[in-house]
T-cell receptor
Framework: AQKVTQAQTEISVVEKEDVTLDCVYETRDTTYYLFWYKQPPSGELVFLIRRNSFDEQNEISGRYSWNFQKSTSSFNFTITASQVVDSAVYFCALSESGFQKLVFGTGTRLLVSP | DVKVTQSSRYLVKRTGEKVFLECVQDMDHENMFWYRQDPGLGLRLIYFSYDVKMKEKGDIPEGYSVSREKKERFSLILESASTNQTSMYLC?????????FGPGTRLTVL
């Protein structure tokens, strides 16, 4: 069975701090996809990144970076030099090959104060 | 840009009412999904559809039904709304391995 665990319910940081959001997943499949979504106060889910299970290269996009480690079944997300606009709920999700649905973690609320 | 729209951002209904939540996507995607989001539980899949007139139950289908008469439109139906269906409802459409979400409907059942 698929499962995604985001153990951090809420994180509070001060602007310009770096912050890492943890994501641990479980799957029996060898081919799968991992995702991160951002949900700002407006409510709409914004896609951030997709990773397939065969690509363990870390990715950097501006202030965002992702660390995918199959050995620990983790797909962590780091925001460098956080800004107030980063305040949102962040969801990690998993999709197995051949399956249509996404399984979401429970989300991590990030509060960035000035 | 992919556009997924939902008929209402906020909705208030009474217990026992029949409720329709509408979702429309403009990218000719075959797969569409309905989720509900509750604090501490994340997003949970209610129903999804592979194509017109095809549907599959998700993880929490009880108390809900769906309709997909046209490819672009996927409706979620609460036959007899109950207070425990008060939630945020999110619709999505899928292209390859990415899902595109609508803005959500916050439903309150009194």
């Amino acid at each position: 069975a698929q499962k995604v665990t985001q153990a951090q319910t809420e994180i509070s940081v001060v602007e310009k701090e770096d912050v890492t959001l943890d994501c641990v997943y479980e799957t029996r499949d060898t081919t799968y996809y991992l995702f991160w979504y951002k949900q700002p106060p407006s409510g709409e889910l914004v896609f951030l990144i997709r990773r397939n299970s065969f690509d363990e290269q870390n990715e950097i996009s501006g202030r965002y970076s992702w660390n995918f480690q199959k050995s620990t079944s983790s797909f962590n997300f780091t925001i460098t030099a956080s800004q107030v606009v980063d305040s949102a709920v962040y969801f990690c999700a998993l999709s197995e090959s051949g399956f249509q649905k996404l399984v979401f973690g429970t989300g991590t609320r990030l509060l960035v104060s000035p | 840009d992919v556009k997924v729209t939902q008929s209402s951002r906020y909705l208030v209904k009474r217990t026992g009412e029949k409720v329709f939540l509408e979702c429309v996507q403009d990218m000719d995607h075959e797969n569409m999904f309905w989720y509900r989001q509750d604090p501490g539980l994340g997003l949970r899949l209610i129903y999804f559809s592979y194509d017109v007139k095809m549907k599959e139950k998700g993880d929490i289908p009880e108390g809900y039904s769906v309709s997909r008469e046209k490819k672009e439109r996927f409706s979620l139906i609460l036959e007899s709304a109950s207070t425990n269906q008060t939630s945020m409802y999110l619709c999505a459409s899928r292209w390859r391995n990415e899902q595109f979400f609508g803005p959500g409907t916050r439903l309150t059942v009194l």
